[in-house]
């Protein structure tokens, strides 16, 4: 059963930066794609971004130029880099990690954004 480690989240002023983490149990090169998606009480999970093994990203428009997903081959991790973060990006954030059968997720990280 592959684990997702995730890591990062916490209390942050509005205009203010965080960095999510994610490390997988198994190599980060088992799966096609990973990401983080967000999640706030009574919505869907969303997309935040993606990236893909050879290193493709992809994001919600809402976090463009403000977000950057990038990964570790060494220390086999993802990152989130989140900056000026608004209230609106306040949520639970999910590490996802595909391959080709299976989509596993994170226990989440708590993201909070104080106006």
């Given at each position: 059963q592959v684990q997702l480690a995730e890591s990062g989240g916490g209390l942050v002023q509005a205009g203010g930066s965080l960095r999510l983490s994610c490390a997988?149990?198994?190599s980060i090169f088992n799966f096609?794609?990973?990401g983080w998606y967000r999640q706030t009480p009574g919505k869907q999970r969303?997309?935040?971004?993606?990236?893909?093994k050879g290193g493709g990203t992809n994001y919600a428009d809402s976090v463009k130029?403000?977000?950057t997903i990038s990964r570790d081959n060494t220390k086999n991790t993802i990152y989130l880099?989140?900056?000026n973060l608004n209230p609106e990006d306040a949520a639970i954030y999910y590490c996802n990690a595909d391959t080709?059968?299976?989509?596993?997720?994170g226990q989440g990280t708590?993201?909070?954004v104080s106006s």
């Open positions: 997988p149990s198994g096609n794609v990973m969303e997309l935040v971004a993606t990236i893909s130029g403000r977000f880099q989140m900056n080709r059968l299976f989509s596993y997720w708590q993201v909070t």
